[in-house]
Every structure is written in C-alpha cells, then in structure tokens.
C-alpha cells in the first residue's frame, strides 16, 4: 500500500477508470463476438449488422482509450474483411 498521498489518489482514480473501462470492453467483446457468430452463419444481411455495431463499439472503446485506435483498426479489418468474403460468396 501506498504511503504518499499523490499516489494514494491516484490508486483511487485508477480504480475508477478500471471499472468504467472494463463496461465498455465487455460491451466490445459481445458485439464481436455476436458478429463472428452472424459471419459463422451466413445470413448475409444479420452479419452485416452485426458486423457494422461491432465496428462502431470498437470505434467508441478506441475514442475513449479503451483500447488503442491501431488495435480497434486491426479488429475492423479482419470482421469486414471476413464480411466482404461472406457476401462475395452469396
């Protein structure tokens, strides 16, 4: 434990942070998740919308410092990328 009072604070601010950031990755990781899942099951018009709110959660996480903007860009990437293959095939 801390003995200096700066750091003492900042102990206090960081756990806030880290349960105001640990909501939204959740939030994050679901729409992911259900849009991998919608990608999985070839109903091209639920995957893209799908697809399409995970991107926008990513966006948000990324906005807020969740997580880092070249990470949330990566993760776009592969979930269009993969949607691009799913409505080439259809």
């Avoid at 880290?18 to 639920?46: F, Y």
């Avoid at 990513?58 to 269009?80: E, T, W």
Wanted: proline content about 0%; cysteine-free; hydrophobic content about 40%.
């Amino acid at each position: 434990m801390a003995n200096i009072k700066s750091q003492i604070k900042r102990n206090r601010q960081n756990e806030k942070r880290r349960l105001r950031n640990r909501t939204v990755r959740g939030v994050t990781r679901a729409a992911i998740k259900e849009a991998r899942a919608a990608l999985g099951a070839e109903s091209v018009e639920e995957a893209r919308a799908a697809t399409m709110l995970a991107v926008s959660r990513l966006d948000k996480a990324a906005q807020k410092g969740v997580i880092h903007k070249k990470n949330a860009s990566r993760r776009k990437g592969r979930l269009m990328k993969r949607l691009a293959d799913l409505e080439k095939e259809a």
